[in-house]
């Protein structure tokens, strides 16, 4: 009968209301889909929509799919005719209907996906049309998160640029704030995408920028608020304190100062309130979460973080006062899951000071190790750094900035590379503080030292970075180093570069060995001297370049030295504190004088004092680190082939004496074998044999005359240490303590520069004539002491090894030997 009412009689259907089988549902479902579609506009403009028909039409299409092209057809048409009518309500119907299309037809969304996707296209492009474009980025966002696959990932990436557009939409903030949040709320749509199925847009770097643009941070404290305290920033809290002077390890120094930035919570976008969903900066935080959800593993981590620097160089977002990177970069700390990806961001911040953008502009490098600087804070603050390959890119560049200073034309690029030094060693000392073991940092300091250039400023800047990586592992104090016998491959390197055809490079092996043995931050802070820098000195050539840059290097661990002593420094006199010291350091340089309050090295007596009487230091020093037997035999023998190198300063002599010293100190943390102990006064011996021999051929007498010196105090040295007292009384009656214009033994047994000398005139004509007459002098006058000094020691020595006086007095006087031969 339906065949027959349609065919024969059409008038049937407006006419009979009785017959089911002539009722339009059954004569006409061809029909029936643009009756419903009609059906789901209200009658008027003002109408509210009709829901319930929406749905029956969604129902509709999903048990008829192949009619779902002409309703997405009809659909599509129908929003092109209200756009350029302006009606505004009829195009929210129609998104609706996609809306509703896309949850209950999601297995046919081919059949419409084209149709939707051109209308998101067209209500994005009206210019001026708020609430439009609002339409077109929900839509957008709601057939981003219905897709199952990528199938659709090239018409998504065509929207990234328009959508990114909206997000810098310009004009009154209270207008424009919904567009905002509507596109990035899309936009945090298609990083989702990106990060479920594995793929990154071309045009990501543009979400990452509009991302940041609308990126602010919440600088409220909630407890301090309820405290009633007052609000501070505590990116100003990070800026005004690192707290290096007071930072260490033990109960005698005060904790660091410098604030982590409190944890920020991941805000879930099913969980926002209406407001929050309409705030910008909201949406702006879920873009960045899935930014981190996107990096999940080293690549694609780079991929995220790279446009985020370009943006923070171009928009010099790195000052640590405004805050925008380093509150996104910790956010970012905060949202990774695991502590790898911490140390990721991390290296990244710190690589980024090879980009071209910063790679030659100081304060901003000096910004961004800042930045590096509270992050390594953070990190260590939850975890032990474990991975620090990064602490090589910040000893380089150290090395490039005190390369720089030699090179500084003015007084400005002086003072940025003066806070830029500083920025490097408040990280490195960060760094050296949230490590468990050294030994990396140690390895590390061996491969550079092992490529270290024969010449020049680089090596001497270079070995004044590692000096400065040592002090900061000193300063921090890494327990693990307690007891633990001395790296092998950088005791080898150090030996090596104690030989270094540069004066200062020597010097600076002996002080970081010097550093690196005994670690300053373990002792009482009354009791660490002060430690100097071991570029005091230039060759006899002068160069006031290089007087600039190892004055720098002397300044800056002046300056550390105090803050390790407890005094307060404020990073806002940092630069001109820098300056000063420098000035003053430079002015000693160029009167060829070392500074006052020589020794150069650490001050040993408080040491010694607590070692009287004892036979082992595990207890009273027991921060020292230990010597294998075969460390020692090498030691002793590269100290007398030091000491016996032509070129030597006055700086040289006392630098070996030094670390002669804390070698015999170390050797007694535990009980060395007899050959060991008598090696240690077979040393001095030999020196002094050296020292008055007329015909050596290659010292000049200057030279001879500095070596009887450190002979004498290494001697009187080591007596005191095993308790020869007698000895001592001799040597001080043959060998005045002023015998030497430039180096001189102090009241604590220590060989050091005089503090007025003037280390030009050192090894002069003038000198050496005045030196010859003074050794001919003292010649006959010593070796008549000779039998007497070794009757003692063969007695002495006898006693303290437990050997007979014969075999001592065979291995004592065979010292020449062991050392030549050695």
Excluded at 530 to 544: A, N, V
Excluded at 676 to 697: K, M, T, W, Y
Aim: charged share 25%; aromatic share 8%.
């Amino acid at each position: 009968m339906g065949f027959i009412s349609r065919r024969i009689f059409p008038a049937c259907g407006s006419m009979c209301v009785c017959c089911p089988a002539l009722r339009s549902r059954s004569r006409q479902p061809v029909k029936r889909y643009k009756k419903l579609l009609a059906e789901i506009f209200p009658k008027s403009i003002d109408g509210p929509p009709n829901e319930r028909k929406i749905v029956k039409l969604c129902e509709y299409a999903a048990r008829n799919p192949f009619r779902i092209p002409k309703i997405a057809k009809y659909l599509e048409e129908r929003c092109y005719k209200e756009l350029r009518c302006e009606h505004i309500k009829f195009i929210a119907i129609v998104t609706e209907a996609y809306n509703k299309l896309l949850c209950m037809c999601k297995d046919q969304m081919a059949y419409f996906a084209v149709s939707l996707l051109n209308v998101v296209s067209e209500l994005l492009d009206k210019p001026k049309k708020d609430a439009m474009r609002i339409l077109g980025c929900q839509t957008l966002t709601r057939f981003i998160y219905c897709q199952a696959d990528s199938t659709y990932t090239h018409n998504i990436e065509n929207f990234v640029r328009k959508v990114c557009m909206l997000a810098h939409e310009a004009g009154d903030e209270q207008q424009t704030s919904t567009l905002k949040a509507s596109s990035l709320q899309c936009l945090s749509a298609m990083v989702w995408f990106m990060a479920e199925f594995s793929l990154i847009f071309s045009d990501f770097d543009e979400i990452v920028h509009v991302s940041l643009d609308n990126y602010e941070p919440d600088t409220h404290n909630g407890e301090d608020d309820e405290r009633g305290e007052p609000h501070h920033n505590w990116v100003d809290e990070v800026v005004r304190c690192e707290g290096r002077g007071g930072a260490s390890v033990g109960s005698e120094i005060s904790p660091s100062c410098l604030v982590t930035r409190p944890r920020t919570e991941k805000k879930d976008p099913s969980l926002l309130t209406r407001e929050e969903i309409e705030t910008p900066k909201v949406w702006a935080q879920i873009c960045i979460q899935r930014m981190v959800e996107l990096a999940k593993e080293s690549t694609t981590m780079r991929r995220v973080l790279d446009p985020m620097f370009v943006y923070f160089d171009t928009g010099r977002h790195w000052v640590p006062r405004q805050g925008l990177a380093l509150v996104v970069l910790s956010d970012m700390s905060y949202f990774v899951e695991s502590m790898g990806d911490q140390k990721m961001i991390l290296a990244a911040v710190i690589r980024h000071l090879d980009h071209k953008n910063v790679a030659h502009d100081p304060q901003t490098k000096s910004y961004v190790i800042q930045v590096a600087t509270a992050l390594v804070h953070q990190v260590r603050s939850g975890a032990i750094l474990a991975e620090i390959g990064f602490v090589s890119d910040l000893c380089r560049h150290l090395r490039k900035s005190l390369q720089a200073t030699v090179e500084s034309a003015g007084q400005q690029e002086s003072d940025l590379n003066i806070s830029l030094q500083n920025s490097i060693e408040d990280c490195l000392l960060e760094i050296a503080k949230g490590i468990g073991d050294a030994r990396p940092l140690f390895d590390m300091m061996a491969i550079t030292l092992e490529s270290l250039p024969s010449g020049g400023v680089v090596a001497r800047a270079t070995i004044g970075s590692l000096l400065t990586l040592a002090y900061m592992i000193s300063l921090a104090s890494v327990s693990s180093c307690s007891q633990q016998v001395f790296p092998e491959s950088l005791l080898v390197q150090l030996l090596k570069v104690m030989l270094h055809p540069d004066v200062e490079a020597r010097l600076g092996a002996h002080q970081i060995f010097s550093v690196l043995l005994i670690p300053s931050s373990n002792h009482p802070r009354q009791t660490v001297a002060s430690l100097r820098s071991g570029y005091l000195y230039e060759q006899r050539r002068w160069h006031s370049n290089t007087a600039s840059a190892f004055a720098s290097i002397t300044a800056r661990l002046e300056k550390l030295r105090k803050e390790k002593d407890g005094t307060k420094i404020e990073h806002g006199n940092n630069v001109q504190d820098d300056l000063k010291e420098k000035e003053i350091a430079e002015e000693d340089w160029k009167h060829g004088r070392a500074r006052k309050n020589s020794p150069n090295f650490y001050n040993l007596s408080s040491i010694i004092d607590r070692t009287a009487g004892s036979t082992s230091l595990t207890e009273s020093e027991p921060y020292i680190m230990k010597f294998s037997e075969d460390q020692i035999a090498q030691l002793l023998s590269a100290f007398w082939i030091q000491a016996n190198l032509p070129d030597n300063l006055p700086s040289n002599i006392e630098a070996i004496a030094h670390s002669f010293s804390l070698t015999l100190i170390s050797s007694r943390l535990k009980n060395p074998n007899d050959n060991l102990v008598i090696r240690f006064f077979q040393l001095p011996l030999s020196l002094r044999n050296i020292s008055l021999d007329p015909n050596n051929g290659m010292l000049s007498p200057a030279c001879q005359r500095s070596i009887l010196v450190l002979s004498t105090g290494m001697l009187m040295f080591v007596a005191k240490i095993y308790h020869i007292p007698d000895l001592n009384d001799l040597m001080k009656t043959l060998v005045p303590y002023d015998v030497d214009p430039f180096v001189a033994i102090n009241d604590d047994l220590q060989v050091c520069v005089k503090p007025q000398a003037n280390v030009r005139d050192y090894g002069s004509v003038t000198d050496n004539q005045v030196a010859k007459s003074l050794l001919l002098e003292l010649r006959n006058k010593i070796y008549e002491s000779d039998k007497v000094i070794m009757d003692i020691l063969i007695q002495s020595l006898s006693s303290i090894t437990e050997v007979h006086h014969f075999i001592v007095g065979e291995w004592v006087c065979g010292w020449d030997d062991t050392y030549i031969t050695t």
